[in-house]
Protein backbone atom coordinates (compact mmCIF):
# COMPACT_ATOMS: atom_id res chain seq x y z
CA UNK A 1 0.00 0.00 0.00
CA UNK A 2 3.00 2.14 0.55
CA UNK A 3 2.43 3.77 -3.18
CA UNK A 4 -1.07 4.78 -1.81
CA UNK A 5 0.94 7.27 1.04
CA UNK A 6 1.19 10.75 0.52
CA UNK A 7 4.27 11.94 -0.17
CA UNK A 8 5.39 13.97 2.82
CA UNK A 9 2.16 14.61 4.34
CA UNK A 10 -0.38 12.86 7.02
CA UNK A 11 -3.15 11.09 5.24
CA UNK A 12 -5.80 8.09 5.98
CA UNK A 13 -4.37 4.96 6.38
CA UNK A 14 -6.91 2.62 4.66
CA UNK A 15 -10.33 2.41 2.21
CA UNK A 16 -12.11 2.10 5.77
CA UNK A 17 -10.24 4.71 7.00
CA UNK A 18 -11.48 6.88 4.60
CA UNK A 19 -14.69 6.17 4.08
CA UNK A 20 -15.32 5.94 8.28
CA UNK A 21 -13.66 9.81 8.56
CA UNK A 22 -15.47 11.59 5.42
CA UNK A 23 -18.90 9.63 6.80
CA UNK A 24 -17.85 10.24 11.02
CA UNK A 25 -17.79 13.86 9.56
CA UNK A 26 -20.81 13.83 7.64
CA UNK A 27 -22.84 11.90 10.27
CA UNK A 28 -23.27 13.77 13.46
CA UNK A 29 -26.19 16.32 14.69
CA UNK A 30 -27.12 17.44 11.11
CA UNK A 31 -28.67 13.79 10.74
CA UNK A 32 -29.66 13.00 14.31
CA UNK A 33 -30.75 16.55 16.05
CA UNK A 34 -31.60 18.74 12.84
CA UNK A 35 -32.81 16.54 9.75
CA UNK A 36 -36.29 15.41 12.33
CA UNK A 37 -36.68 18.85 13.38
CA UNK A 38 -36.59 20.93 10.04
CA UNK A 39 -38.66 17.68 8.38
CA UNK A 40 -40.92 18.22 11.39
CA UNK A 41 -41.08 22.46 10.45
CA UNK A 42 -41.43 21.94 6.77
CA UNK A 43 -43.71 19.85 6.09
CA UNK A 44 -43.20 16.39 6.72
CA UNK A 45 -42.70 14.06 3.56
CA UNK A 46 -42.67 16.05 1.21
CA UNK A 47 -39.44 17.94 2.63
CA UNK A 48 -37.77 14.38 2.49
CA UNK A 49 -38.55 14.25 -1.30
CA UNK A 50 -36.87 17.69 -2.07
CA UNK A 51 -33.88 16.98 0.41
CA UNK A 52 -33.14 13.47 -1.05
CA UNK A 53 -33.12 15.10 -4.60
CA UNK A 54 -31.35 17.32 -3.46
CA UNK A 55 -28.82 14.42 -2.15
CA UNK A 56 -28.71 12.58 -5.40
CA UNK A 57 -28.16 15.28 -7.76
CA UNK A 58 -26.20 18.05 -6.14
CA UNK A 59 -24.42 16.41 -3.52
CA UNK A 60 -22.76 13.59 -4.45
CA UNK A 61 -21.66 15.89 -7.25
CA UNK A 62 -20.13 18.35 -5.01
CA UNK A 63 -18.94 15.49 -2.48
CA UNK A 64 -16.86 14.14 -5.44
CA UNK A 65 -15.98 17.74 -6.68
CA UNK A 66 -14.58 18.58 -3.53
CA UNK A 67 -12.68 15.18 -3.25
CA UNK A 68 -11.01 15.88 -6.55
CA UNK A 69 -9.67 19.41 -5.66
CA UNK A 70 -8.42 18.17 -2.18
CA UNK A 71 -6.37 15.32 -3.70
CA UNK A 72 -5.33 16.88 -6.48
CA UNK A 73 -3.95 19.68 -5.13
CA UNK A 74 -2.53 18.18 -1.44
CA UNK A 75 -3.93 21.14 0.48
CA UNK A 76 -6.61 22.98 2.98
CA UNK A 77 -9.66 24.65 1.69
CA UNK A 78 -7.82 27.95 0.90
CA UNK A 79 -4.49 26.53 -0.16
CA UNK A 80 -5.89 23.92 -2.81
CA UNK A 81 -7.43 27.04 -4.36
CA UNK A 82 -4.31 29.55 -4.26
CA UNK A 83 -2.27 25.48 -6.01
CA UNK A 84 -4.38 24.64 -8.68
CA UNK A 85 -5.20 28.59 -9.65
CA UNK A 86 -2.33 30.60 -9.12
CA UNK A 87 -3.72 34.38 -9.32
CA UNK A 88 -6.93 34.12 -10.02
CA UNK A 89 -9.99 34.81 -7.44
CA UNK A 90 -10.95 31.31 -6.56
CA UNK A 91 -9.24 31.03 -3.27
CA UNK A 92 -12.75 33.29 -1.94
CA UNK A 93 -14.17 30.06 -2.36
CA UNK A 94 -11.95 28.80 0.06
CA UNK A 95 -12.86 31.72 2.06
CA UNK A 96 -16.16 31.10 2.46
CA UNK A 97 -15.37 27.65 3.54
CA UNK A 98 -13.20 28.81 6.59
CA UNK A 99 -15.55 31.74 7.55
CA UNK A 100 -18.46 28.87 7.01
CA UNK A 101 -16.62 26.43 9.77
CA UNK A 102 -16.35 29.11 12.67
CA UNK A 103 -20.30 29.94 12.36
CA UNK A 104 -20.78 26.49 12.25
CA UNK A 105 -18.29 25.28 14.75
CA UNK A 106 -19.89 28.04 17.13
CA UNK A 107 -23.41 26.59 17.29
CA UNK A 108 -22.53 23.21 16.68
CA UNK A 109 -20.70 22.73 19.94
CA UNK A 110 -23.41 24.25 21.69
CA UNK A 111 -25.68 21.24 20.60
CA UNK A 112 -23.41 18.97 21.30
CA UNK A 113 -23.40 20.59 24.82
CA UNK A 114 -27.14 19.24 25.09
CA UNK A 115 -26.29 15.90 24.32
CA UNK A 116 -23.05 16.05 26.54
CA UNK A 117 -25.72 17.20 29.40
CA UNK A 118 -28.29 14.16 28.58
CA UNK A 119 -25.78 11.62 28.86
CA UNK A 120 -25.36 12.76 32.66
CA UNK A 121 -29.64 13.37 33.00
CA UNK A 122 -30.19 9.65 31.54
CA UNK A 123 -27.46 7.87 33.30
CA UNK A 124 -28.68 9.47 36.69
CA UNK A 125 -32.32 8.11 35.49
CA UNK A 126 -33.50 11.68 35.52
CA UNK A 127 -36.60 11.22 32.72
CA UNK A 128 -37.93 8.21 35.20
CA UNK A 129 -41.37 8.67 35.55
CA UNK A 130 -41.77 12.02 33.63
CA UNK A 131 -44.69 12.72 31.65
CA UNK A 132 -44.04 13.93 28.59
CA UNK A 133 -44.64 17.64 29.06
CA UNK A 134 -42.69 17.25 32.04
CA UNK A 135 -39.64 16.01 29.74
CA UNK A 136 -40.32 19.28 27.49
CA UNK A 137 -40.00 21.30 30.46
CA UNK A 138 -36.62 19.42 31.58
CA UNK A 139 -35.31 20.80 28.16
CA UNK A 140 -35.90 24.07 28.16
CA UNK A 141 -35.08 24.89 31.73
CA UNK A 142 -31.80 23.56 30.81
CA UNK A 143 -31.25 25.33 27.86
CA UNK A 144 -32.43 28.71 29.11
CA UNK A 145 -29.76 28.32 32.29
CA UNK A 146 -27.49 30.99 31.28
CA UNK A 147 -24.29 28.94 33.08
CA UNK A 148 -24.94 25.17 32.72
CA UNK A 149 -24.95 25.18 28.41
CA UNK A 150 -22.29 27.28 28.31
CA UNK A 151 -19.93 24.51 30.71
CA UNK A 152 -21.18 22.04 28.46
CA UNK A 153 -20.42 23.30 25.46
CA UNK A 154 -16.59 24.48 26.25
CA UNK A 155 -16.51 20.95 27.46
CA UNK A 156 -17.43 19.72 24.22
CA UNK A 157 -15.38 22.35 22.16
CA UNK A 158 -12.02 21.12 25.00
CA UNK A 159 -12.76 17.61 23.22
CA UNK A 160 -12.63 18.33 20.00
CA UNK A 161 -9.42 20.64 19.91
CA UNK A 162 -7.79 17.83 21.86
CA UNK A 163 -8.29 15.13 19.07
CA UNK A 164 -7.74 17.79 16.91
CA UNK A 165 -4.09 18.51 18.23
CA UNK A 166 -3.33 15.38 17.89
CA UNK A 167 -3.22 15.22 14.01
CA UNK A 168 -5.30 13.37 11.12
CA UNK A 169 -4.66 9.60 11.12
CA UNK A 170 -4.16 9.04 14.89
CA UNK A 171 -7.36 11.01 15.80
CA UNK A 172 -10.16 11.13 13.26
CA UNK A 173 -9.57 7.35 12.20
CA UNK A 174 -10.09 5.34 15.08
CA UNK A 175 -12.83 6.98 16.50
CA UNK A 176 -14.52 6.54 13.63
CA UNK A 177 -14.48 3.60 12.58
CA UNK A 178 -15.94 1.50 15.68
CA UNK A 179 -18.71 3.69 17.00
CA UNK A 180 -20.07 4.60 13.49
CA UNK A 181 -21.70 1.25 13.31
CA UNK A 182 -22.88 0.72 16.86
CA UNK A 183 -24.71 4.11 16.38
CA UNK A 184 -26.59 2.33 13.50
CA UNK A 185 -27.10 -0.42 15.47
CA UNK A 186 -28.48 1.28 18.05
CA UNK A 187 -30.99 3.51 15.92
CA UNK A 188 -32.27 0.44 14.67
CA UNK A 189 -33.27 -1.27 18.07
CA UNK A 190 -35.24 2.70 18.55
CA UNK A 191 -36.59 2.66 15.67
CA UNK A 192 -38.38 -0.87 16.14
CA UNK A 193 -39.79 -0.24 19.58
CA UNK A 194 -41.25 3.71 18.23
CA UNK A 195 -42.68 1.51 15.55
CA UNK A 196 -44.67 -0.94 17.91
CA UNK A 197 -45.86 2.52 19.66
CA UNK A 198 -49.92 2.77 19.49
CA UNK A 199 -50.40 5.77 16.60
CA UNK A 200 -46.78 4.93 15.12
CA UNK A 201 -48.28 4.56 11.74
CA UNK A 202 -49.37 8.83 11.78
CA UNK A 203 -45.67 8.96 12.46
CA UNK A 204 -45.08 7.41 9.37
CA UNK A 205 -47.52 8.98 7.44
CA UNK A 206 -46.18 12.30 8.29
CA UNK A 207 -42.36 11.19 7.14
CA UNK A 208 -43.39 9.14 3.93
CA UNK A 209 -46.87 10.50 2.66
CA UNK A 210 -46.01 13.72 0.91
CA UNK A 211 -48.27 16.77 0.89
CA UNK A 212 -47.11 18.41 -2.13
CA UNK A 213 -49.06 21.98 -1.01
CA UNK A 214 -46.38 22.20 1.78
CA UNK A 215 -43.17 22.96 -0.89
CA UNK A 216 -42.22 26.75 -1.50
CA UNK A 217 -39.06 28.12 -2.26
CA UNK A 218 -38.57 28.19 1.52
CA UNK A 219 -38.96 24.70 1.63
CA UNK A 220 -36.70 24.14 -1.06
CA UNK A 221 -33.99 26.44 0.42
CA UNK A 222 -33.85 24.62 3.40
CA UNK A 223 -33.90 21.77 2.19
CA UNK A 224 -30.97 22.34 -0.23
CA UNK A 225 -28.87 23.76 2.50
CA UNK A 226 -29.56 20.84 4.54
CA UNK A 227 -28.03 18.92 1.89
CA UNK A 228 -24.91 20.94 2.23
CA UNK A 229 -24.63 20.69 5.77
CA UNK A 230 -25.59 17.06 6.57
CA UNK A 231 -22.58 15.87 3.79
CA UNK A 232 -19.84 18.36 5.46
CA UNK A 233 -20.15 20.12 2.15
CA UNK A 234 -19.44 23.54 0.57
CA UNK A 235 -16.63 24.50 3.11
CA UNK A 236 -14.03 22.59 2.45
CA UNK A 237 -14.21 19.59 5.08
CA UNK A 238 -13.94 17.38 1.66
CA UNK A 239 -11.64 19.24 0.10
CA UNK A 240 -9.25 19.04 3.48
CA UNK A 241 -9.93 15.34 3.81
CA UNK A 242 -9.72 14.64 -0.14
CA UNK A 243 -6.33 15.68 0.73
CA UNK A 244 -5.77 12.69 2.94
CA UNK A 245 -6.95 10.29 0.76
CA UNK A 246 -4.33 8.26 -1.08
CA UNK A 247 -3.83 8.48 -4.77
CA UNK A 248 -4.75 4.72 -5.63
CA UNK A 249 -8.70 4.93 -3.52
CA UNK A 250 -11.55 5.63 -5.97
CA UNK A 251 -13.28 9.32 -5.24
CA UNK A 252 -16.59 8.91 -6.79
CA UNK A 253 -16.89 4.69 -5.39
CA UNK A 254 -15.92 7.15 -1.67
CA UNK A 255 -18.27 9.69 -2.31
CA UNK A 256 -21.73 7.30 -3.17
CA UNK A 257 -20.84 5.23 -0.33
CA UNK A 258 -20.14 8.07 2.16
CA UNK A 259 -24.07 9.98 0.49
CA UNK A 260 -26.06 6.79 0.98
CA UNK A 261 -24.29 5.95 4.56
CA UNK A 262 -25.41 9.55 5.54
CA UNK A 263 -28.86 9.18 4.15
CA UNK A 264 -29.78 6.22 5.89
CA UNK A 265 -28.55 7.33 9.30
CA UNK A 266 -30.68 10.35 8.76
CA UNK A 267 -33.96 7.87 7.77
CA UNK A 268 -33.42 5.90 10.38
CA UNK A 269 -33.20 9.01 12.72
CA UNK A 270 -36.35 9.86 11.53
CA UNK A 271 -38.21 6.50 11.68
CA UNK A 272 -37.36 6.34 15.30
CA UNK A 273 -38.53 10.01 15.92
CA UNK A 274 -41.74 10.52 14.00
CA UNK A 275 -43.87 7.85 15.24
CA UNK A 276 -42.78 8.82 19.00
CA UNK A 277 -43.24 12.04 18.33
CA UNK A 278 -47.40 11.42 17.31
CA UNK A 279 -47.48 8.54 19.97
CA UNK A 280 -46.57 11.08 22.99
CA UNK A 281 -48.47 13.82 21.18
CA UNK A 282 -45.58 16.23 20.78
CA UNK A 283 -45.67 18.73 18.00
CA UNK A 284 -44.18 18.40 15.29
CA UNK A 285 -42.80 21.71 14.14
CA UNK A 286 -41.78 21.98 17.37
CA UNK A 287 -38.06 22.86 16.60
CA UNK A 288 -34.54 22.41 17.67
CA UNK A 289 -35.91 20.84 21.21
CA UNK A 290 -37.56 17.80 19.01
CA UNK A 291 -34.85 15.17 19.48
CA UNK A 292 -34.43 15.60 22.79
CA UNK A 293 -38.15 15.77 24.04
CA UNK A 294 -38.95 12.95 22.25
CA UNK A 295 -35.96 10.36 22.66
CA UNK A 296 -36.33 10.57 26.14
CA UNK A 297 -39.78 9.76 26.14
CA UNK A 298 -39.52 6.50 24.00
CA UNK A 299 -36.88 5.42 26.29
CA UNK A 300 -38.92 5.64 29.15
CA UNK A 301 -41.11 2.92 27.31
CA UNK A 302 -38.15 0.68 26.62
CA UNK A 303 -37.24 -2.14 29.33
CA UNK A 304 -33.77 -0.62 30.28
CA UNK A 305 -34.82 2.72 29.42
CA UNK A 306 -31.83 4.38 31.17
CA UNK A 307 -28.98 2.20 29.66
CA UNK A 308 -30.59 2.69 26.38
CA UNK A 309 -30.74 6.59 26.75
CA UNK A 310 -27.23 6.88 27.94
CA UNK A 311 -25.56 4.57 25.20
CA UNK A 312 -27.72 6.75 22.76
CA UNK A 313 -26.27 10.48 24.06
CA UNK A 314 -22.70 8.81 24.34
CA UNK A 315 -22.94 7.90 20.81
CA UNK A 316 -24.44 11.00 19.64
CA UNK A 317 -22.12 13.14 21.56
CA UNK A 318 -19.29 10.63 19.12
CA UNK A 319 -20.98 11.00 16.51
CA UNK A 320 -21.37 15.35 16.91
CA UNK A 321 -17.12 14.84 18.20
CA UNK A 322 -16.47 12.98 14.58
CA UNK A 323 -18.22 15.89 12.91
CA UNK A 324 -16.82 18.84 14.86
CA UNK A 325 -13.28 17.49 14.36
CA UNK A 326 -13.69 17.52 10.72
CA UNK A 327 -15.02 21.23 10.82
CA UNK A 328 -12.21 22.49 13.31
CA UNK A 329 -9.78 20.58 10.58
CA UNK A 330 -10.87 23.06 7.69
CA UNK A 331 -9.84 25.93 10.15
CA UNK A 332 -6.70 24.28 11.76
CA UNK A 333 -5.26 23.08 8.23
CA UNK A 334 -5.03 26.43 7.00
CA UNK A 335 -3.81 28.25 9.80
CA UNK A 336 -0.66 25.43 9.67
CA UNK A 337 -0.41 25.43 5.43
CA UNK A 338 -0.91 29.00 4.86
CA UNK A 339 -0.25 30.91 8.06
CA UNK A 340 2.60 28.55 8.88
CA UNK A 341 1.46 27.87 12.54
CA UNK A 342 2.55 24.71 14.38
CA UNK A 343 -0.05 22.06 14.81
CA UNK A 344 -0.79 23.02 18.42
CA UNK A 345 -0.67 26.71 18.38
CA UNK A 346 -3.15 26.81 15.29
CA UNK A 347 -5.89 24.27 17.26
CA UNK A 348 -5.51 26.38 20.06
CA UNK A 349 -6.24 29.72 18.15
CA UNK A 350 -8.82 28.29 16.08
CA UNK A 351 -10.78 26.65 19.03
CA UNK A 352 -10.64 29.42 21.58
CA UNK A 353 -11.93 32.17 19.39
CA UNK A 354 -14.85 29.41 17.60
CA UNK A 355 -15.85 28.41 21.39
CA UNK A 356 -16.15 32.66 22.10
CA UNK A 357 -18.30 32.82 19.37
CA UNK A 358 -20.08 29.33 20.53
CA UNK A 359 -20.62 30.85 23.93
CA UNK A 360 -23.06 34.07 22.26
CA UNK A 361 -24.88 31.35 20.70
CA UNK A 362 -25.60 29.43 23.97
CA UNK A 363 -26.71 32.85 25.60
CA UNK A 364 -28.75 33.87 22.87
CA UNK A 365 -31.14 31.49 24.32
CA UNK A 366 -31.04 32.39 27.58
CA UNK A 367 -33.62 33.95 29.55
CA UNK A 368 -31.35 36.18 31.21
CA UNK A 369 -28.96 37.50 27.80
CA UNK A 370 -31.66 36.00 24.97
CA UNK A 371 -33.31 39.24 24.30
CA UNK A 372 -29.96 41.14 23.96
CA UNK A 373 -28.88 38.64 21.39
CA UNK A 374 -31.92 38.24 19.46
CA UNK A 375 -32.77 40.84 16.65
CA UNK A 376 -33.41 40.88 12.60
CA UNK A 377 -35.03 38.21 10.43
CA UNK A 378 -33.46 35.26 11.93
CA UNK A 379 -33.75 35.81 15.88
CA UNK A 380 -31.38 34.93 18.13
CA UNK A 381 -27.37 34.96 16.93
CA UNK A 382 -27.71 31.04 17.92
CA UNK A 383 -30.36 30.90 14.27
CA UNK A 384 -28.04 33.81 12.90
CA UNK A 385 -25.13 31.47 12.82
CA UNK A 386 -26.96 28.32 11.91
CA UNK A 387 -29.25 29.95 8.78
CA UNK A 388 -26.59 31.87 7.41
CA UNK A 389 -23.98 29.12 7.35
CA UNK A 390 -26.37 26.24 5.80
CA UNK A 391 -28.86 28.21 3.64
CA UNK A 392 -26.62 30.88 2.54
CA UNK A 393 -22.67 29.88 2.73
CA UNK A 394 -22.83 26.48 1.60
CA UNK A 395 -24.51 26.30 -1.36
CA UNK A 396 -22.42 29.26 -2.61
CA UNK A 397 -19.34 27.52 -1.22
CA UNK A 398 -20.95 24.15 -3.39
CA UNK A 399 -21.56 26.58 -5.99
CA UNK A 400 -17.88 28.12 -6.71
CA UNK A 401 -16.74 24.45 -5.92
CA UNK A 402 -18.86 22.85 -9.17
CA UNK A 403 -18.00 26.03 -11.53
CA UNK A 404 -14.27 25.56 -10.47
CA UNK A 405 -13.86 21.56 -10.96
CA UNK A 406 -16.40 21.91 -14.22
CA UNK A 407 -14.77 25.40 -15.90
CA UNK A 408 -11.76 25.70 -14.43
CA UNK A 409 -10.04 22.64 -14.35
CA UNK A 410 -9.38 20.94 -17.59
CA UNK A 411 -10.95 17.89 -18.58
CA UNK A 412 -8.80 15.54 -18.93
CA UNK A 413 -6.86 16.82 -15.09
CA UNK A 414 -10.73 15.69 -14.06
CA UNK A 415 -10.54 12.46 -16.08
CA UNK A 416 -7.04 11.98 -14.41
CA UNK A 417 -8.41 12.13 -11.09
CA UNK A 418 -10.90 10.90 -10.48
CA UNK A 419 -9.55 7.71 -13.04
CA UNK A 420 -6.18 7.36 -10.78
CA UNK A 421 -4.19 8.21 -14.16
CA UNK A 422 -5.62 5.93 -16.03
CA UNK A 423 -5.82 2.82 -13.49
CA UNK A 424 -9.84 2.78 -13.32
CA UNK A 425 -12.52 2.72 -15.64
CA UNK A 426 -14.75 6.05 -15.43
CA UNK A 427 -18.02 5.99 -17.55
CA UNK A 428 -19.51 8.67 -15.48
CA UNK A 429 -17.17 11.31 -16.35
CA UNK A 430 -19.34 13.33 -19.14
CA UNK A 431 -22.28 13.07 -16.96
CA UNK A 432 -20.17 14.27 -13.82
CA UNK A 433 -18.72 16.88 -15.84
CA UNK A 434 -22.32 18.10 -17.31
CA UNK A 435 -23.57 17.78 -13.77
CA UNK A 436 -20.50 20.46 -12.34
CA UNK A 437 -20.86 22.74 -15.34
CA UNK A 438 -24.66 23.19 -15.57
CA UNK A 439 -27.33 21.13 -13.50
CA UNK A 440 -25.84 21.84 -9.99
CA UNK A 441 -24.32 25.52 -10.43
CA UNK A 442 -28.06 26.21 -12.04
CA UNK A 443 -30.27 24.44 -9.90
CA UNK A 444 -28.22 26.23 -6.42
CA UNK A 445 -28.94 29.34 -8.20
CA UNK A 446 -32.28 28.84 -9.22
CA UNK A 447 -33.03 28.09 -5.62
CA UNK A 448 -31.01 30.74 -4.06
CA UNK A 449 -33.02 33.66 -6.33
CA UNK A 450 -36.72 31.61 -5.44
CA UNK A 451 -35.35 31.36 -2.02
CA UNK A 452 -34.57 35.16 -1.87
CA UNK A 453 -37.58 35.54 -3.92
CA UNK A 454 -35.76 37.81 -6.11
CA UNK A 455 -37.61 35.21 -8.57
CA UNK A 456 -41.01 32.86 -8.35
CA UNK A 457 -41.99 30.35 -10.63
N1 LIG B 1 -22.32 16.99 8.45
C1 LIG B 1 -22.23 17.29 9.85
C2 LIG B 1 -23.50 16.76 10.52
O1 LIG B 1 -24.41 16.32 9.86
C3 LIG B 1 -22.01 18.74 10.12
C4 LIG B 1 -20.96 19.38 9.27
C5 LIG B 1 -21.27 20.43 8.43
C6 LIG B 1 -19.65 18.90 9.29
C7 LIG B 1 -20.33 21.01 7.61
C8 LIG B 1 -18.70 19.46 8.46
C9 LIG B 1 -19.03 20.51 7.61
O2 LIG B 1 -23.62 16.81 11.71
Same mark, same amino acid.
Given at each position: MDNNKLQGREGFGSKAGIIAAAAGSAIGLGNIWKFPYITGLYGGASFLVVYLICIAFIGVTVMLAEFIIGRKAGKNAIGSFIKLAPGKPWFLAGWTGVVAAFMILSFYGVVAGWSLHYIVKAATNAFEGLTPEYVGNLFDGFVSATFAPVVYQVLFMFMTGYIVAAGVGEGIEKYSKILMPLLLVLLIILDIRALTLPGADLGMAFLF /? $??? !? =?? @?GEVILVALGHAFFSLSLGMGTMITYGSYI #? =?? &?DLAETAVQVSIADTVIALLAGIAIFPAVFAFGV &? $? %? !? #? $? /?LVFVTLPNLFNRMAGGAFFATLFFVLLSIAALTSSISILEVVVAYFIEELRMERKKATVIATVSITLIGMLCSL !? @?? %? !?LGPALTFGAFGSFFNWMDKLSANYLLPLGGLLICLFVGWHLSREEVAAEIGNEGELETPYLPLFLFATRFIAPVAIAVVFLNGLGLIRF
Open positions: /S $PDW !S =KI @N #G =KR &E &E $P %A !S #G $P /S !S @NS %A !S
